[in-house]
């Protein structure tokens, strides 16, 4: 079952703007065997996502830098091949944070079992994971959204934003997202839960295309994006209107500072609340996330999508693939087969 080598994509330079190609190499690293108290997991999904951009640079943040010449990392959903732990038997599907390779050893920490019959097995990397639990926190803690207030986002077609959306429907919000594409804003008023849609690439004038789907303004402006979108946010937000700022990923690979929102001064008048916040502070609100994602997804009021990239080379691809607009729903990379034990 173990296999003599595993192939893994390594961080070969940092990258300064867009990563390319040649950011990334492949390399094989030896498989050891398990020890007492391990288990070896073989890898199915892996997750990309915009955070891990910052984790390409090195400087001080909520997480350490990615080592150049090592292995990248994130969540990964696998299968135990081999064990000598006592919690966990070959076979069981795990949750853990060793993407971007083919197998690894692990003794469990940080690592959590899923229930295949509860979800696909993928799920644990969007809807019901990470990114799910960044739109749950982010809207109801960080943003307080009350029944029947108004919800702009940005971003709105992608893994957090469209959880955003149905959570703000099913909360009695009227919900405005915005994102880069026809289809995609098709696929937010059709299915994701939004009211109106903005394609933000032909929508000419941003600040006036949110008054005219939103011309009662903004209670709560779920940030996914920045730059052009923080603006028209602003201009737009009622008194006493919460900003939920979750990311900026138009500026995740700009090599030079982007000037702030020319209109910050309306924080005053309007006296608005902006906040910053990190998924993993949250960690508290997973019980009952997932409880109410249960039931809403019973209900029918949570729908999600996928893209997928099959196979571990094109992870790279499938990566700078987020700062294309790529994706409907959560961006996937297919590592390996299903089931195999
Ligand atoms: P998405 O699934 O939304 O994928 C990224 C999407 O961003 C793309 O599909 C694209 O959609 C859009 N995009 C890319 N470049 C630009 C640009 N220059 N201008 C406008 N839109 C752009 O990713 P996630 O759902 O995983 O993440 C969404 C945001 O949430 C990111 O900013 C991420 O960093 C942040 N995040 C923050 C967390 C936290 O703890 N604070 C945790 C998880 C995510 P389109 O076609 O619409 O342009």
Redesign the pocket.
């Known amino acids: 079952m173990r296999p003599a080598v595993s192939r893994e994509i390594r961080l070969r330079e940092r990258p300064v703007g867009l990563p390319t190609a040649e950011t990334f190499e492949m390399a094989e690293a030896p498989v050891a065997e398990i020890k007492e108290g391990q288990f070896l997991v073989r890898n199915i999904w892996m997750s990309v996502?915009?955070?891990m951009r910052?984790r390409m640079m090195d400087r001080r943040s909520y997480v350490a830098p990615f080592e150049v010449g090592q292995p990248l990392a994130g969540g990964c959903v696998g299968q135990v091949v081999e064990s000598k732990h006592d919690r966990y038997r070959a076979g069981d599907y795990v949750l853990g944070m060793n993407g971007w390779r083919e197998y690894w050893i692990t003794s469990g920490a940080g690592v959590g079992k899923i229930d295949p019959k509860l979800a696909p097995i993928q799920a644990h990397l969007g809807v019901l994971g990470?990114?799910g639990l960044?739109a749950y926190a982010?809207l109801l803690k960080v943003g307080a959204l009350k029944e029947g207030e108004s919800v702009f986002v940005?971003?709105?077609?992608?893994?957090?934003?469209?959880v955003v959306c149905q959570i703000a429907k099913a909360k009695g919000a009227r919900v405005v997202g915005?994102?880069?594409?026809a289809e995609?804003a098709a696929w937010l008023k059709s299915e994701a839960g939004a009211d109106e849609a903005i394609n933000?690439?032909d929508a000419g004038d941003l600040t006036k295309a949110v008054a005219k789907a939103l011309p009662e303004g903004i209670d709560v402006y779920f940030e996914?994006?920045?730059?052009a979108?923080f603006d028209a946010a602003l201009a737009n937000m009622k008194d006493f209107g919460r900003i939920v700022?979750?990311?900026?990923?138009?500026q995740?690979n700009a090599t030079s500072a982007e000037p702030g929102p020319s209109n910050l001064g309306l924080v005053i008048p309007r006296r608005l609340r902006i906040q910053?916040?990190?998924?993993?502070d949250h960690a508290d609100l997973r019980d009952q996330f997932l409880a109410d994602m249960g039931g809403w997804i019973g209900q029918g009021k949570l729908k999600w999508r996928e893209t997928v990239v099959e196979g571990l080379d094109k992870a790279p691809e499938a990566f700078l693939?987020?700062?294309?607009?790529?994706?409907?729903?959560?961006?996937l990379v297919k590592v390996g087969p299903d089931a195999v034990v």
Do not use: E, Q
């Open positions: 996502d915009p955070y910052g990470m990114p960044t982010g940005s971003g709105a077609a992608g893994a957090v934003g469209s915005s994102t880069g594409s995609k933000y690439r996914n994006v920045g730059g979108h700022v979750c990311g900026m990923i138009s995740y910053g916040f990190i998924v993993t693939g987020l700062f294309r607009g790529d994706n409907l729903g959560k961006m």
